[in-house]
């Protein structure tokens, strides 16, 4: 687990939930603003997800993988004085994806990539997952490993989904399973059992997998923050994360 020293002089931007190479998201239309967000930051976040090897429509986790890594590269060739902080989720925890990213870490030093959160300065950023309901670490590393053995999904299961898509299941889902005051507080027990150094002096909370877009939602002093996701139907923000 990380925790880094504020960087002076820097705005910092964040995304989660792009679930890239997917026929359910339309994160290749918000490409043009990402770029621009990290040509205007010092730090850039991807707090997980931004990759889906469940539903990838590539045949296999290491076709996926290699396709992240080229995004990866792309993406850093942006921003060349950008430092990145990859923080994975469950849909791309994968060994492959992960494999790539300690490759691409040791031959770049302005990428690093965490498991499950990182704290910069006075603001923690994870993916979300931890705000299931019923979660500790421990459950949290075995849902994760869930979905590293996961397979891409079927044709038919891809078709099924597409289906739910267009009756926008996905966006009474997230309002049903992620009551945000809910998440919020679980996170925030999360935050505590990790220790002192994740909840002294924090202010800001960044974090996705919701796929529920909010802004500055205050509990306990910390304000909550979540991009939502580029999937129809659903907002999605690029956000300046406050660090101080």
Sequence with gaps: MARLSAQLQHPCCVV????LFTRRSDADQQLE??????RRSRT???AGD?????????????????EARRWLEALLAVG???QFH?????????PALIEQLESLAAAEPRFRWHPYQVRIGNAVFLHGDAGNPRMNQERLEAYRLGFAEERPASIAAQRMYDVAMALR???VGARLLF?????IRRLTEHLHRLGPEWTTGVRNVYFGHTHRALIGVEYEGRMFHNCGSPMRGLPFHILEADLS
């Design 44 to 46: 850039f976040v991807l």
């Design 50 to 66: 931004i990759f889906d090897f469940r539903w990838s429509r590539f045949s296999s986790a290491e076709a996926t993988a290699g």
């Design 169 to 171: 299941l996905h966006v």
């Design 179 to 183: 009551p945000e005051r809910s998440v």
């Design 80 to 82: 060349p004085e950008t």
């Design 16 to 19: 989660s939930d792009l679930h």
């Design 86 to 94: 990859y923080v994975l989720g469950n849909h791309d925890h994968s």
């Design 33 to 38: 603003p990402i770029k621009a967000a990290v």
